[in-house]
């Protein structure tokens, strides 16, 4: 479990770790033409692991992971900010990609969304529409059956492109 940050400091371990990760990536992204979606330094059972997820036109492929990976690997030995051991991974954020930052919200305006809130709204917890809207604080959805949805982002458990089988 990742522990909450202190009354206080800046930033927290994690948060400190995902910045200076991200900033040793995007000369790399930029260079390769890819973008950076997003860092995250997260413990799973035991094992810490920093993770990038990039993306590109087209689609990232394993050759582009490893191309990043071996160029990260070097600057993470180099900078050595990282007092954990940890495992770094490289990965295409995937289909289901949780929308996160504002160009994530850009990019999927239009498009269809999966949202599932943490409590019930009208008995229910997913939802399912197309993105007209959003705020810093809300997202808006249309329904299939033309209702319009807006929700606080804080009451949002998960938020995805929707996609079908």
């Given at each position: 479990?990742?522990?909450p940050?202190?009354?206080?400091?800046?930033?927290?371990?994690?948060?400190e770790?995902?910045?200076?990760t991200?900033a040793?990536?995007?000369?790399i992204?930029?260079?390769?033409?890819?973008?950076l979606?997003?860092?995250?330094?997260?413990?799973?059972?035991?094992t810490?692991?920093?993770?990038?997820?990039?993306?590109?036109?087209?689609?990232?492929?394993?050759?582009?992971?490893?191309?990043?990976a071996?160029r990260?690997?070097?600057l993470?030995d180099?900078e050595?900010?990282?007092?954990?051991?940890?495992?770094?991974?490289?990965?295409?954020?995937?289909?289901?990609?949780?929308?996160?930052?504002?160009?994530d919200?850009?990019?999927?305006?239009g498009?269809?969304?999966?949202?599932?809130?943490?409590r019930?709204?009208?008995?229910?917890?997913?939802?399912?529409?197309?993105?007209?809207?959003?705020?810093?604080?809300?997202?808006?959805?249309?329904t299939e059956?033309?209702?319009?949805?807006?929700?606080?982002?804080?009451?949002?458990?998960?938020?995805?492109?929707?996609?079908?089988?």
């Amino acid at each position: 479990m990742v522990k909450p940050e202190k009354e206080g400091d800046k930033m927290s371990k994690r948060e400190e770790y995902e910045a200076r990760t991200e900033a040793l990536l995007l000369p790399i992204m930029e260079e390769m033409h890819f973008e950076l979606v997003d860092v995250e330094y997260v413990k799973e059972g035991s094992t810490w692991y920093l993770r990038a997820y990039i993306d590109k036109e087209g689609g990232i492929t394993v050759n582009d992971c490893e191309a990043v990976a071996r160029r990260m690997n070097d600057l993470l030995d180099e900078e050595d900010f990282i007092s954990d051991s940890y495992v770094f991974e490289v990965s295409s954020p995937g289909l289901g990609r949780p929308l996160k930052k504002e160009k994530d919200y850009v990019r999927s305006m239009g498009k269809e969304l999966e949202i599932r809130t943490y409590r019930a709204i009208n008995r229910q917890k997913e939802f399912y529409g197309v993105l007209t809207a959003y705020t810093d604080d809300t997202v808006t959805i249309c329904t299939e059956e033309d209702e319009e949805l807006t929700f606080q982002k804080n009451e949002i458990a998960l938020i995805r492109l929707a996609f079908d089988f």
